[in-house]
């Protein structure tokens, strides 16, 4: 088992930043790669953002790419996603989650999950 446990969310205005975090125990953190995935109100999970086991490969959400980054301390077991320039269509709950080998945009990739923390972004 691995669990996992996002931290880092809040309300805050368009165009601001905030840095999500994820702390990872119970297996072999580096062994997985893991992913930043959100579900908007209504809607269903999205992919944002993946790193590799080894932090050497990155891949991003069309819709994110060049404001928010993707980053990974294995030493900490924790990966870790900074989202700048941030806008109203940002607005859901966060999910990490971990992939045994992968570099995965599909959920059904995925092993573990987060719980989620909600980002809120309103003027």
């Known amino acids: 088992q691995m669990l996992l446990v996002e931290s880092g969310g809040g309300l805050l205005q368009p165009g601001g930043s905030l840095r999500l975090s994820c702390e990872a125990s119970?297996?072999?953190?580096?062994?997985?790669?893991m992913g930043w995935f959100r579900q908007g109100p209504g809607k269903e999970r999205e992919f944002v953002a993946v790193?590799?086991?080894?932090?050497?490969?990155?891949s991003y959400a069309d819709s994110v790419k060049g404001r928010f980054t993707i980053s990974r301390d294995n030493a900490k077991n924790t990966v870790y996603l900074q989202m700048n320039s941030l806008k109203p269509e940002d607005t859901a709950v966060y999910y990490c989650?971990?992939?045994?080998?992968?570099?995965?945009?599909?959920?059904?990739?995925?092993?573990?999950w987060g719980q989620g923390t909600q980002v809120t972004v309103s003027s």
């Open positions: 119970g297996r072999s953190f580096s062994s997985y790669g």
């Open positions: 790193i590799s086991w080894s932090g050497g490969r990155t």
């Open positions: 989650g971990a992939s045994l080998g992968l570099v995965s945009r599909e959920t059904i990739e995925y092993d573990y």
